[in-house]
């Protein structure tokens, strides 16, 4: 059964960069066919996909928020990160990692629990 | 990329049908069979209900389907049940490689 964890800060300061990682556990992220994802929910709003690496290092990311996101993957811990710059108010909200099983389907099967996220000074 | 257009409320009395659709373009929901439907109750992690338009996961109840026409695509759940009621998010791959979700639809079981 795989499981995935976020970790990092739950308070960041404006203009400051949000730094979160998910741990994969019970497979490994370089097993290929799969794209590790995070995804945000403001509160009480909608999900937003901001983007998924794969084993290798390629990206995607969501155009609304490329020019700040920087997502990487670390095969040799099973984890992988995500970094968004610049960070407002506005990028308050829960932050879940997925996995998204790519190529012949694209749906994201796994979620980790989410962690929220506050950009406050 | 535009979110998918989703309706923001639906509801229906136990027992009933419902549909929420999901309506896209030509890059995204019209150019592919990868739509997925995702369930969220209050304070939960979002649940994969659908996958492929019309595939159900193991253990996912055949209440659930799905379906695809042209540029939109469709959740319905029969038989409601009080547990259904839940926020549905519906996601498709796109032309430029990416994921989009819906804006998300509140199913209220009446």
């Known amino acids: 059964q795989v499981q995935l964890q976020e970790s990092g800060p739950g308070l960041v300061k404006p203009s400051q960069t949000l730094s979160l990682t998910c741990t994969v556990s019970g497979g490994s992220i370089s097993s290929g066919g799969y794209y590790w994802s995070w995804v945000r929910q403001h509160p009480g709003k909608g999900l937003e996909w901001i983007g998924y690496?794969?084993?290798?290092?390629?990206?995607y990311y969501n155009p609304s928020l490329k020019s700040r996101v920087t997502i990487s993957v670390d095969t040799s811990k099973n984890q992988f990160s995500l970094n968004l710059s610049s960070v407002t108010a506005a990028d308050t909200a829960m932050y879940y990692c997925?996995?998204?099983?790519?190529?012949?389907?694209?749906?994201?099967?796994?979620w980790g629990q989410g962690t929220l996220v506050t950009v406050s000074s | 990329q535009s979110a998918l257009t989703q309706p923001a409320s639906v509801s229906g009395s136990p027992g009933q049908s419902i549909t929420i659709s999901c309506t896209g373009t030509s890059s995204d929901v019209g150019n592919y069979k990868y739509v997925s439907w995702y369930q969220q109750h209050p304070g939960k992690v979002p649940k994969l209900m659908i996958y492929?338009?019309?595939n159900r996961p193991s253990g996912v109840s055949n209440r659930f389907s799905g379906s695809k026409s042209g540029n939109t695509a469709s959740l319905t759940i029969s038989g409601l049940q009080a547990e259904d009621e839940a926020d549905y998010y519906c996601t498709s791959y796109t032309t430029i490689s990416t994921l989009v979700f819906g804006g998300g639809t509140k199913l209220t079981v009446l």
């Open positions: 690496i794969y084993y290798s290092g390629s990206t």
């Open positions: 492929d338009v019309s």
């Open positions: 997925a996995r998204v099983v790519g190529s012949s389907s694209w749906q994201l099967d796994y």
